[in-house]
């Protein structure tokens, strides 16, 4: 069993290391920007491109017995989860719901379509283990730590390539899952499908893959998820379309933004029809990270419109609601029963 094992006079000195070398892919004056900013938000960087951030159901799990969807959906286990990204601010898209920083948010710029100066699968996966050995410090002085559970999580299980940016801007991104796999993890990856080349040459599959589909046409498209490439609403069509080819669960992701992308039910539906996934996950975006600066509060739906899109999406697709999870505004749809369970004990 991978177990972390706590060194904090080591960690200690990783971590400023890892300050230093996050840098090295941006000029000072921006490195140095981003860096406050990232840190003031609680980011866990690792070498010179990637990250590890607490999720909230982290610490739900633990302290209060509260799980993610994930759990309650597919059996993954939320304290035993690692929350990263291997492209932390390099993205092909410039969503307005994302909570990442974007080029331009803090009065900053920089290429966010290359990742100059890569960091190897074994670093990354070694700097995130310790990230999370720092995040669970925490917990051993907190009355409420559920003490099962915390030493469960220090022998982490899976891994959500999730956190920001689009991870298969990593070039070695199959290598990393692959790792991750040999040392016993389940992976969740979450991609915008722009480069579906990519994604189709992936030497190792996911355990679980998903796509972000947040707009119904190329119109909304551009104006919601702001591509940074002309032909990205056509390569994400290319990866819409041979998606049902991987062999892994599959998962249409919608990031739900109200007055900005729930319309046009009957489009959606067709790009629903042409991926063919295992699942589809309707979800409400959430006003929080630098998306604060694109939206307002009032750009979040409620459980209950969400669900209304997901009831009628699953009208004109066949798939049917399976699930929910009001406090997450989420609802999964499925052809199947129930869904797969791909968490591991």
């Known amino acids: 069993m991978l177990k972390i094992h706590f060194s904090h006079r080591i960690f200690k000195r990783r971590r400023f290391l890892?300050?230093?070398n996050f840098g090295g892919n941006l000029e000072g004056n921006t490195a140095a920007t981003l860096l406050g900013a990232l840190k003031k938000q609680k980011y866990h960087l690792v070498g010179n491109h990637s990250a590890v951030k607490r999720c909230k159901w982290l610490y739900e799990s633990i302290v209060n017995d509260r799980p993610c969807y994930k759990q309650k959906f597919y059996g993954i286990k939320s304290h035993r989860c690692i929350q990263m990204s291997p492209s932390l601010y390099y993205c092909t898209q410039q969503c307005l719901f994302c909570w990442r920083a974007q080029s331009g948010d803090l009065q900053v710029?920089?290429?966010e379509m290359k990742i100059p100066r890569v960091d190897s699968p074994e670093e990354i996966i070694q700097g995130s283990l310790r990230a999370q050995e720092k995040i669970l410090t925490g917990?051993?002085?907190n009355p409420k730590t559920n003490w099962h559970k915390f030493q469960e999580a220090l022998a982490p299980k899976h891994v959500a390539i999730s956190l920001t940016g689009e991870p298969t801007l990593y070039e070695p991104l199959g290598e990393?899952?692959?790792i991750f796999h040999r040392k016993g993890f389940t992976t969740f990856l979450v991609?915008?499908?722009t480069l579906p080349a990519k994604l189709s040459k992936l030497s190792q599959e996911p355990t679980q893959l998903y796509i972000s589909v947040c707009a119904p046409n190329e119109q909304v498209y551009k104006r919601v998820c702001r591509p940074q490439f002309p032909s990205a609403w056509?390569?994400?069509?290319?990866t819409l379309g041979f998606l049902q080819s991987f062999r892994c669960p599959t998962v249409i992701r919608m990031t739900m933004v109200k007055e900005h992308n729930m319309n046009?039910?009957?489009e959606y539906a067709k790009l629903v029809e042409k991926a063919n996934p295992t699942?589809?996950?309707a979800k409400a975006y959430m006003h929080i990270g630098f998306s604060n600066l694109r939206l307002g509060f009032e750009s979040m739906p409620l459980h209950s419109e969400v669900r209304d899109f997901a009831g009628q999406l699953a009208e004109k697709t066949g798939y049917k609601i399976i699930d929910e999870a009001p406090e997450s505004r989420v609802v999964l749809l499925s052809k199947l029963e129930k869904p797969i369970q791909v968490g591991t004990n």
């Open 18 to 20: 890892s300050l230093i």
């Open 109 to 111: 710029t920089w290429d």
């Open 139 to 141: 917990y051993k002085g």
């Open 176 to 178: 990393l899952i692959q």
């Open 191 to 193: 991609s915008n499908g």
């Open 234 to 238: 056509a390569k994400l069509n290319d």
């Open 264 to 266: 046009h039910v009957d």
């Open 279 to 281: 699942y589809i996950e």
